[in-house]
């Protein structure tokens, strides 16, 4: 082994390794098939430190299910279809989406979205994530596309779809309808006007309100049937200032008669109570902000100013015409959207949806199938069932997508629906075949518009299905595949980040049980995120800083960034810390090191049969290193990766480097002290640990576990690679309670004389003309006799002295320029 331990070339020669013997194909690790879902990456910039977070900890989990004797099928997709995608690419090629055909604008996003995909590879490859890359698939390719379009055809032919002409939340910077569950909530700054109403006798009313510049869309007044204060409106109309349109005025218990004024106006829209009302009263629609997020021509003098433009121009009428009581600033709670952080409008459009709202209870009880971990997870997931308020609009006014595999008759409205042969297909390219079967007609049109991204982000499980069984017909209600599907599902893993809990696994399991009635994987693993120096989540819209993983990369090795990722506790958010980088790298440097000196001593006693005579020092290492896997397995079990590792790292640092391999070194260099039975067992245990230390560390630091691993034990062990071994196999029990605790006692009088020496800042090498050593209980004390050249070894004490006596005594005195030492236990 090289003095010093180089990673770059050292994980570059393994990473090749792996690569060439396929050593993480599921074929090459038999046993129980272990399936995860694996969250596909967004295509749609550079990666950051988060990533490397979140996809590592999955990947300790997978080589761990590996090592403890799974078949782990772990494939890898990445996310290039919608919205995040199209506007990458129009960046990257200043081009607009829209003046190209769809299929040739798709041709664009797939070369250009295939680099991205080969740096994210390279980059978790470098990483160590043990990915089987032959399962690798894109949520654009022509086989997802054709199972997205086969599921929605499914679900409309089972009712589950519906379309129809609703309000909708809309985003006008970009462009399109989004789901309730992309919303975000933003506190921000504005006014609450109160503004100038008359009733048509000329009298006045005053309206408060922090949307002034929808009067042209105001289609009525309302207040609460108990306020005595206009009771006497009841059956007149009003006039809207400025616009001079007459609209009714009405009563509604929703109108709280404390807030503002007690007379509120109704828009369409500026919110879920308007959109209430404009259903329960049947209210006429006036659209005032167009698609583009521009005034129309139903706004005058508003016409084409922004949304915020007309505000300040609607206020600047009012003043002048004296319209405008009063202003009070105020700060509230406004919807945006999660990707561009702009506020939300209401816009009602024609679009698809899945029922959600009426089967609420369903998905609950679903939830109650699978294993949340960390536990208080599903409490987010319940709270946002509970709370959902619209059924899922799957429709985007966006050209880059998945499009509806539909036509429409414009005769009759008849929905008209691709066969399954024909998918996947673009009806915008894709004529339809014959007249209309209700109606005869042929006059049909194509749908424009392009599925959420989330409606096919939420066949993850399905899409691995296919990949993995190498069958691309889709297997909805596919008799043929039935026993195949539901042998596969629910998978066993599904890895993902808390704030996706209301898109990504809420709408799997909405598919899964719409589709099969089946949860889509029994346990569902929830990280947090990176939180930068201002506490806030790392994203690639912010390139993740200056911390990048190409930076960190330069840097430290893989295995040092891995091990801060598993520093974190489940589900917690954790602040970068480049301090716990470097104390990773410090560990892949200890180990190199003690596993140098275990190099050295290893040849004479290899063997695979346990030494009748261990010896105390070595039976307590031993039983220390079956506690610690006991507790190491009890944690993992439960997916506490940290946790774990804290306790693997106990026993490296304390109990073996600090204690054992200090205390045997005396029998190593001084073999001639000891018996070849003595020597041979410690050669054997020391072997042994090794091994087990190599075993532990390797779902954490796979490269410098699996470089030590391929020199020292390969050839022994006989097995390729030290991800392929299996615990079962290495981490034998060993239980030796009473050796182990007498064991302890030689441990106190070792530490006892370190701390001794330490104190008067001698070196732990300096030599003690005489040690005597008080022992209480006699059978320690015949312990402690049997083991004086060990106690001599470690403390480098030329004379031991036992005394049975109970004395408490610790001193460090020199006499004649010698040292001389006594302690007790």
Not at 53 to 68: C, E, M, V
């Amino acid at each position: 082994m090289d003095k010093r331990y180089d990673s770059t070339s050292s994980e570059k020669k393994v990473r090749t390794f792996w690569q060439e013997q396929d050593i993480f194909n599921a074929a090459n690790n038999p046993g129980p098939s272990y399936t995860i879902d694996t969250p596909p990456p967004t295509v749609s910039g550079a990666l950051h430190v988060g990533h490397i977070f979140s996809y590592t900890q999955t990947d300790i989990i997978a080589r761990y299910k590996r090592i403890n004797g799974f078949s782990v099928v772990y494939p890898f997709g990445f996310d290039d279809n919608g919205l995040p995608t199209e506007r990458y690419v129009e960046k990257k090629l200043n081009i607009k989406a829209t003046d190209f055909e769809r299929s040739k604008f798709i041709e664009l996003c797939l070369k250009e979205t295939k680099e991205a995909e080969q740096e994210f590879k390279e980059l978790w490859q470098r990483m160590g994530l043990s990915v089987d890359w032959d399962l690798q698939y894109t949520t654009i390719s022509p086989e997802v596309r054709r199972l997205s379009q086969a599921s929605f055809i499914e679900l409309f032919n089972k009712g589950f779809v519906y379309r129809k002409e609703e309000p909708a939340l809309y985003c006008p910077v970009c462009q399109t309808s989004v789901a309730q569950a992309e919303l975000e909530d933003s506190q921000v700054e504005s006014f609450f006007s109160d503004i100038v109403f008359t009733d048509e006798d000329g009298n006045q009313l005053i309206i408060g309100t922090t949307r002034p510049e929808l009067l042209p869309s105001c289609v009525a007044l309302f207040y609460n049937p108990a306020d005595e204060r206009y009771k006497k409106l009841k059956g007149k109309k009003a006039r809207v200032p400025l616009f001079k349109t007459e609209i009714p005025i009405l009563e509604d218990e929703l109108v709280a008669m404390e807030k503002g004024t007690g007379l509120v106006m109704c828009c369409t829209f500026g919110d879920t109570t308007d959109i209430a009302w404009y259903k329960k009263h049947r209210l006429p629609y006036k659209q005032s902000i167009g698609r583009d997020g521009k005034m129309t021509e139903l706004a005058g003098m508003l016409k084409g100013l922004s949304i915020h433009e007309a505000r300040k121009k609607i206020i600047q009428e009012l003043i002048k015409h004296n319209l405008l009581i009063r202003q009070q600033p105020i700060t509230h709670v406004v919807n945006i959207h999660e990707r561009c952080k702009n506020e939300i409008e209401f816009i009602a459009l024609k679009q698809w949806f899945i029922k959600i709202l009426e089967h609420k209870q369903a998905f609950l009880e679903q939830a109650n199938k699978i294993k949340w971990y960390p536990a208080f997870m599903k409490a987010r997931y319940k709270d946002w069932v509970e709370h959902i308020g619209w059924d899922w609009c799957i429709s985007r006014q966006r050209f880059y997508g998945i499009p509806f595999p539909v036509w429409y008759c414009t005769e009759c409205d008849k929905v008209l629906i691709a066969e399954p042969k024909e998918l996947p297909v673009d009806p915008q390219e894709t004529k339809y075949k014959g007249a209309c079967s209700s109606c005869g007609s042929k006059n049909i049109v194509p749908d424009t518009d392009v599925m959420d991204t989330w409606n096919t982000s939420s066949l993850t499980p399905y899409i691995c299905y296919a990949v993995c069984n190498q069958q691309w017909k889709p297997p909805f209600q596919d008799e043929e595949q039935k026993e195949t599907l539901e042998s596969f599902l629910p998978m066993n893993m599904r890895p993902q980040a808390h704030d996706i809990i209301r898109t990504w696994a809420f709408y799997t399991i909405v598919k899964s049980w719409m589709h099969n009635n089946l949860i889509p994987w029994n346990t569902i693993i929830i990280s947090g995120h990176v939180l930068g120096a201002a506490k806030e989540k790392l994203s690639k819209s912010k390139g993740g800083g200056p911390i990048t993983p190409e930076n960190l990369l330069a840097n430290y090795s893989a295995d040092a960034l891995r091990y801060w990722t598993a520093s974190a506790a489940l589900g917690h958010d954790v602040s970068f810390s480049e301090e716990q980088i470097q104390i990773g790298q410090r560990l892949t440097t200890k180990l190199w090191n003690a596993f140098r000196f275990i190099k050295e001593h290893l040849a004479p006693c290899k063997s695979d049969e346990v030494p009748e005579q261990l010896g105390s020092i070595n039976g307590w290492i031993l039983h220390q290193a079956s506690n610690c896997f006991e507790t190491y397995q009890n944690y993992l079990e439960q997916n506490e990766f940290s946790i774990a590792l804290d306790n693997v790292e106990q026993f490296f640092w304390k109990d073996f480097c600090d204690n054992y391999l200090e205390i045997i070194k005396d029998q190593l260099f001084n073999s001639d002290k000891y018996n070849h039975a003595q020597i041979c067992a410690t050669q054997w245990t020391l072997f042994t640990i090794g091994l087990r230390i190599l075993q532990l560390y390797a779902p954490y630091v796979p490269y410098v576990t699996e470089a030590i691993y391929q020199l020292l034990y390969k050839e022994h062990v006989g097995i390729a690679s030290i991800h392929q071994t299996r615990f079962s196999k290495v981490q034998q029990l060993f239980v030796f309670k009473k050796g182990a605790k007498s064991t302890e006692k030689l441990l106190e009088i070792v530490s006892q004389v370190r701390k001794l020496k330490s104190k008067q800042q001698l070196s732990l090498k300096t030599k003690l003309a005489t040690l005597t050593i008080y022992v209480a209980d006699i059978d320690n004390y015949y312990f402690l006799q049997e083991q004086e050249q060990l106690i001599k070894g470690v403390t480098q004490a030329q004379k031991v002295h036992f005394k049975q006596e109970e004395r408490d005594e610790q001193r460090l005195k020199q006499q004649d320029n010698q040292w001389n030492a006594t302690v007790s236990c």
